[in-house]
């Protein structure tokens, strides 16, 4: 009896430790990373000023060293079904760098085209702003501001932007995209050398500043649509591409031309094990280089550096593999996910971008840059954002209880406002056309209303998703959907809520978001 005694004591007492150890490692992993950060800027300039632009790329590509034999040909390597890793550096472990996006255990092949971290630098004389977009499928706010820490004081930058294209061909940037659910797709150094990239890239752009002109331009007519599919309803596509070209102001030469579009870059989608920015890539090849079909220059290219900056991509905006996309000279449509259908669709959006910097809207030389930019924190509903953040898998830190630190903010360049939004915001909330359908989760009318495009009177709008963070899905209140019966009487849920922090999400960024687009006026 007494040993059956001892036994348990011990037993509680190993339990005991256990779960104050777990709780330990929690707790320490929801800690605030960074302490007493908070930004609230305010920047009017209402003067007239030559502006100065500079550009910069560094590639933030991982080299691909160990590779993998797919017993089974699934695309994902599994150990238990036979598949085995080739130990290139012989080092006696697998040196995999894990492709983000689509599902688990997706380690990279190869490389297709390099990924990078391209860069903006702008100035009006009083305000100079860096606009950085990554080739990644997030980063998280957490590693901006450690970003934004390690820029040399001397550049004077005034605020940092950086944006993700969320590619889903790339290396894992967030943490839960590793070899299972329970081990982090990031790999320290690669972090640590995006980051390195980046912050050179910066003072590279820098240093290359020169007296610039900047021209607006848009297509608005709706002929992207045919190249996004929208997989859950409401159908409100986020058409339109927004574009504004750098020049010289000396020489008339391109300095750099900023796309702005709304598309899932996951034209490769599942299969894919190739490190590729998708579509980005070949668009951005079409803009600088010129469009070519069978090695033949159909169209010119503008020279200089094209940055492509994601947009309202949730909802969700995607060239799923059910949508045709045709070549825009041959009209043969390709279905099938290959690098043929994804040149098809980085051509297109050239094609009309090009046609549409021809017509030259608005061309400056002199103006001015106003921002306003501030911290928010937000609630985090989803219990496995929670679980991801407390075993380490997501290092996005909590300042309060269940509480993230992210941002937001609107930039004016002359006759243009771009909006900053941390994560993946449905079209409904920025163009008009949210539902409460039958099914919704909360009994209420939509909270997101006017449309945030109302509140914008500048000619020229960018929407700049990813932004500062990836806090996922940014999803209307009245369309969250979660239990029976689901949204428009469908047998099951749809996708969205589990990628996102929570239903409270989208009131509170759209209120944010508002908030900032009047501060400037």
Do not use: C
Not at 84 to 101: L, P, S
Not at 441 to 453: L, N
Not at 494 to 521: C, F, M, R, W
């Amino acid at each position: 009896m007494k040993t059956l005694k001892k036994i348990l004591k011990i037993t509680g007492v190993v339990l005991l430790l256990i779960m104050i150890a777990a709780v330990s490692i929690a707790m320490y992993n929801w800690r605030d990373r960074n302490p007493g950060y908070a930004l609230d800027l305010k920047i009017k300039n209402q003067s007239m000023n030559p502006i100065r632009a500079g550009f910069a790329k560094r590639p933030i590509t991982p080299t691909i060293i160990d590779t993998w034999n797919d017993a089974n040909g699934n695309h994902k390597y599994n150990k238990k079904e036979g598949d085995t890793y080739n130990d290139n550096n012989n080092n006696g472990k697998f040196d995999a760098y894990w492709i983000a996006g689509m599902s688990n255990a997706k380690p990279a092949q190869g490389v297709h085209d390099d990924v990078w971290s391209r860069v903006m630098v702008i100035e009006d004389n009083n305000t100079r702003i860096a606009m950085i977009s990554l080739d990644a499928i997030g980063f998280l706010h957490g590693d901006v501001i450690d970003i934004r820490n390690r820029i040399p004081k001397e550049l004077g930058i005034d605020y940092t932007l950086i944006s993700s294209t969320h590619t889903h061909e790339s290396n894992d940037l967030i943490g839960i995209w590793g070899e299972n659910i329970f081990t982090t797709g990031v790999n320290p150094e690669m972090m640590e050398y995006v980051k390195t990239q980046t912050v050179a890239a910066i003072s590279e752009a820098v240093g290359n500043m020169r007296n610039a002109k900047l021209v607006f331009a848009e297509d608005l007519s709706g002929a992207d649509g045919a190249f996004i599919k929208d997989t859950r309803e409401p159908i409100v596509k986020a058409t339109g591409i927004h574009l504004m070209q750098v020049l010289d102001a000396e020489s008339e030469t391109t300095m750099g031309t900023l796309i702005n579009w709304s598309n899932h870059p996951e034209t490769l989608w599942s299969q894919n094990l190739l490190i590729s920015s998708d579509f980005p890539h070949f668009l951005r090849e079409a803009i600088e280089n010129g469009v070519y079909h069978n090695e033949q220059l159909m169209e010119e290219g503008l020279g200089g550096m094209a940055i492509y900056f994601t947009g309202v991509i949730g909802g969700l905006m995607a060239p799923h593999p059910s949508l045709p996309i045709p070549d825009p000279y041959t009209g043969e449509e390709y279905l099938e996910p290959t690098f043929k259908k994804t040149k098809a669709l980085g051509d297109q959006i050239a094609l009309l971008s090009l046609a549409a910097l021809k017509h030259k809207g608005d061309t400056i030389a002199e103006s001015n840059i106003s921002l306003r930019a501030k911290t928010l924190l937000a609630p985090v509903e989803n219990n496995t954002f929670k679980l991801a953040s407390a075993i380490g898998l997501i290092q996005m830190g909590m300042p309060e209880y269940f509480k993230l630190r992210t941002e937001v903010g609107a930039i004016r360049i002359g006759p243009s406002l771009w909006l900053s939004i941390p994560g993946e915001i449905y079209p409904e909330i920025v163009f008009g056309g949210i539902e409460a359908p039958e099914g919704r989760d909360f009994d209420i009318e939509p909270q997101e209303v006017p449309p945030i495009e109302e509140f914008i009177k500048d000619q020229y709008k960018f929407y700049l998703g990813l932004s500062n963070d990836e806090i996922g899905y940014i999803i209307p209140k009245s369309q969250w959907d979660v239990e029976k019966p689901y949204l428009y009487n469908r047998e099951r849920a749809t996708y969205g809520e589990s990628n996102s922090l929570g239903s409270e999400t989208g009131p509170l960024i759209y209120k944010a978001l508002t908030e900032v687009i009047q501060d400037l006026e």
